[in-house]
């Protein structure tokens, strides 16, 4: 492999990574910080539209160049596109709007979606860019990471709450309490 095949090849696979990341952690970074911004309600659409819209579109990005070889300005476009799709996606887990997912609906959500994301990938290592695919599979890992804090999260929230309750009951003299 000569250089500039090697620096071409190493550019993909940032590449890869890259969009992956910023899929799965500079998306949900940005909703979140402006979760509370009315914007968000403007684009929010039913989890039930957003996950398979993200889910179809990934699949192109990542899998069209593979079957024909597509000009810059579609695959720019492409990007852009899959980008606006992983905001829709991102929006029911983190902004506050009617599409607003409960605890375990955002658990169960992200943990449908990551699995669903990863498909792409493995075409993309079965294609022969193993480097590549690999690379997205790890770009796209904070989008796992993000579904078991969530659960964390809910599961430590459910403790304190049973626990509270449990303690509320005990001050009132409920003869059932623990």
């Known amino acids: 492999m000569d250089h500039s095949t090697h ?3 190493l550019s993909s696979v940032a590449a890869m990574g890259l969009s992956g990341f910023v899929l799965a952690a500079v998306v949900p970074g940005v909703v979140w910080l402006t ?3 009315p914007l968000w309600e403007r684009v929010s659409v039913p989890p039930g539209v ?19 070889p597509m000009p810059a300005a579609v ?3 492409s990007e852009l596109v899959l980008l606006s799709a992983a905001v829709t996606f991102w929006v029911p887990v983190v902004a506050c709007t009617r599409h607003r997912l409960s605890d375990t609906g955002r658990c169960l959500y992200l943990f449908l979606a990551a699995p669903l994301l990863d498909i792409p990938a493995l075409g993309v290592i079965a294609a022969g860019h193993s480097a590549e695919g690999l690379a997205m599979i790890v770009g796209m890992l904070p ?4 579904a078991a804090a969530l659960t964390w999260s809910w ?4 403790e304190r709450q049973a626990a509270d309750e449990s303690s509320l009951a005990v001050r009132a003299g409920d003869p059932h309490a623990r």
Request: glycine share 2%; aromatic share 2%; net charge positive.
């Open 7 to 9: 620096g071409t090849h």
């Open 35 to 37: 979760r509370r911004a």
């Open 50 to 68: 957003a996950l398979p819209l993200l889910v179809l579109l990934h699949a192109w990005v990542m899998l069209a160049d593979l079957v024909r």
């Open 75 to 77: 695959t720019l476009l």
């Open 143 to 146: 989008l796992a990471i993000a």
């Open 155 to 158: 599961i430590n929230r459910e």
